[in-house]
């Protein structure tokens, strides 16, 4: 047996000395809680989801719960998460399941990669860490990982670099403990092959590409450069007399689609028109310092506007996309982080 034969078996020797063993969806480690878990890591650390997957388990431990919990209660609990697509696909999902799949998740891999939100990597999750199947997983660590140890060039997000990393990943699957090789690949990626990788306690380091070559900086090779644009927009704040606030929701597609926040307006003249059409001026609005935020396709400049002790406005009422709420309330509502850290800070 030749080294890169004894990947996987170097792999989860390492594992069991140095692997995660007690994150809280191992024990117990459920179908339902190993999806969860796996939509919540997508894009987001380790240590930043365990406190997120305990609140929300808690208030929604089972698929058929949170098939049945309201939209806004799931956007709540995962608010301050990002990403918020991942929230409404998991709902979604979750109410498929119920119609189709009798409440439970589906073990069938064509059926689990049907349901919104999961992909062919994180099918492959579910079904090795619930189930013990054998399937190749190609996460972002994992891409990481395979890029440096066979020395492969090129941006991983492109068609053919990602085909070749798959094939990769499917000839180091083991026969058995597939649930512990798919933990050990995410494990030595998160934490040994970082970005900043620690070869000398890696398990592959005496036959890696990157590091014989000296290329570890270089691989994976990274996206390909692009000015992000900048826009802008008003954020308006109002709060009546007894301190509520009034809260709009978003609209049903696009950036933070359906979380509740401030009224938001492309600009000045919009923002002035609406406070003129509900008997309010734009001057009477405290300008607060911007808020700067980053999306994947562009960059966004909030300018928040507060007014204080406003008169209900006429023709704005309790609705479904408008809605006056008491301050100890609004951690009940799906908000997007910044707008949350915004009413926080300044309160």
């Given amino acids: 047996m030749t080294a890169r034969d004894d990947f996987a078996?170097?792999?989860?020797?390492?594992?069991?000395?140095?692997?995660?063993?007690?994150?809280?969806?191992?024990?117990?480690?459920?179908?339902?809680?190993?999806?969860?878990?796996?939509?919540?890591?997508?894009?987001?650390?380790?240590?930043?989801?365990?406190?997120?997957?305990?609140?929300?388990?808690?208030?929604?431990?089972?698929?058929?719960?949170?098939?049945?919990?309201?939209?806004?209660?799931?956007?709540?609990?995962?608010?301050?998460?990002?990403?918020?697509?991942?929230?409404?696909?998991?709902?979604?999902?979750?109410?498929?399941?119920?119609?189709?799949?009798?409440?439970?998740?589906?073990?069938?891999?064509e059926a689990l990669t049907a349901l919104p939100g999961i992909g062919r990597s994180t099918a492959a999750a579910i079904l090795t860490q619930a189930w013990g199947e054998r399937h190749a997983i190609l996460d972002g660590n994992v891409k990481r990982v395979l890029a440096r140890y066979h020395g492969i060039d090129g941006w991983p997000g492109l068609p053919a670099v990602e085909k070749r990393l798959w094939a990769l990943a499917e000839s180091h699957l083991p026969h058995a403990r597939l649930a512990d090789y798919t933990q050990a690949q995410m494990d030595l990626g998160a934490t040994i092959c970082t970005r900043d990788p620690a070869c000398a306690l890696c398990p592959l380091q005496a036959d890696c590409v990157a590091r014989i070559e000296g290329r570890t900086a270089e691989l994976p090779t990274p996206r390909p450069n692009r000015a992000l644009p900048q826009r802008e927009a008003i954020l308006l704040w109002l709060e009546d007399a007894s301190g509520r606030v009034l809260?709009?929701?978003?609209?049903?597609?696009?950036?933070?689609?359906?979380?509740?926040?401030?009224?938001?307006?492309?600009?000045?003249?919009?923002?002035?028109?609406?406070?003129?059409?509900?008997?309010?001026?734009?001057?009477?609005?405290?300008?607060?310092?911007?808020?700067?935020?980053?999306?994947?396709?562009?960059?966004?400049?909030?300018?928040?506007?507060?007014l204080r002790g406003v008169a209900a406005p006429p023709g704005v009422r309790d609705a479904d996309d408008l809605r006056w709420v008491e301050p100890l309330a609004l951690p009940e509502y799906g908000m997007p982080a910044p707008i949350r850290r915004l009413l926080a800070r300044e309160a």
């Fill in 9 to 109: 078996a170097r792999l989860l020797r390492w594992f069991d000395v140095s692997g995660r063993h007690d994150l809280p969806w191992q024990h117990p480690r459920t179908p339902y809680r190993v999806w969860l878990s796996e939509i919540m890591l997508q894009q987001t650390q380790v240590r930043t989801v365990i406190p997120y997957f305990l609140r929300f388990v808690d208030a929604l431990p089972t698929l058929p719960a949170l098939a049945a919990a309201p939209l806004d209660q799931v956007l709540a609990l995962w608010s301050g998460l990002g990403y918020y697509s991942r929230a409404r696909n998991l709902h979604a999902a979750a109410r498929v399941c119920m119609d189709r799949h009798g409440g439970e998740l589906p073990r069938d891999p």
């Fill in 247 to 306: 809260l709009a929701r978003r609209p049903p597609t696009g950036v933070w689609a359906a979380l509740w926040s401030l009224p938001q307006f492309d600009d000045e003249a919009a923002a002035a028109a609406w406070l003129a059409a509900h008997g309010r001026v734009c001057r009477d609005a405290e300008p607060l310092p911007p808020i700067e935020h980053g999306f994947s396709h562009y960059r966004l400049r909030l300018h928040p506007r507060r």
